[in-house]
């Protein structure tokens, strides 16, 4: 996208890119411009230019010198902007090549959103989850899945179960529902045959990539049937993890409902 402007250097002063490309917006209730700032505004187009699939996951962009020519700004305007998508995991600086649009098939990516660990606090000492895919099936999405995607009650949705077990223990019991129209295709046999994370899955086939999530954490008692699947005496307390994932512009893509074992393990966040 390119700005009716000569100039290579970032717009003159009292001037943003948004006055360049539609005038001032104003705050509501006040009748007063706001401007943000212009490497925010930068970002704003990296990110367009993300959902629309212009860079693919694993993929490098264009260069910093490339993306100021093209958005006419400052090279320090464009690096500010990468920096803030590289902090929220959406793209990955690598040294001495480039730029690359993230994705859940790197080691340092895939276990974002996964925050069981060990008792020795090392995800590597376990080696990684084996999979076990019960079931996926398509049904009309209940008031409370409907609620969590944004989509009507009855619409499609696809449901997934599977068990993760670590060093050979069933550890976690995960319900999954997407919303059927993104994942078209998307079956047990699928999932079952694909050596990656699930993340992985639904970029390279689906085009979705997730890329934050929001969890509810609570104590609970399984019922008869997740006992079973983890293989846990009735009356074992499970940590119930409710996670949804959103992929660009804040979209909810994945309601997913897990069941942890914590004798072995437990839930470790970084709080900043």
Known sequence: MHMARTSSNDPPAGQ???????????????????????????KGLLLQSLQSGEWKSGAAIPSELDLAARYRVSQGTVRKAIDELAVEN????????GTFVATHSEQQVQYRFLNLVPESGDR??????????IDCKRLRASADVAR?????????????????????VATILEDLWLPAGPFKGLTAERLRSYDGPMYALFEAEFGVRMVRAEEKIRAVLPDEQQCSL???????????????????????????????????????????
């Open 124 to 133: 590597a000492s376990e080696g990684p989850a084996q999979r076990t895919i």
């Open 90 to 97: 959406l793209l990955v600086r690598r040294q001495g090549k």
């Open 16 to 42: 943003s890119l948004t006055d360049v490309l539609a005038g001032p917006a104003l705050t509501p209730g006040t009748g007063t411009p706001a401007f943000s700032p212009l490497y925010q505004q930068i």
């Open 230 to 272: 983890l293989a846990v005496p009735t009356g074992t307390p499970l940590l119930s993890v409710e996670r949804l994932a959103y992929t660009y512009k804040d979209t909810p893509m994945e309601l997913r409902h897990g069941l942890y074992l914590t004798d072995k393990h437990f839930y470790r966040n970084e709080l900043h």
């Open 148 to 168: 969590g995607l944004t989509i009507r009650s009855g619409d499609a949705v696809l449901q997934v179960r599977r068990v993760l077990a670590f060093g050979g």
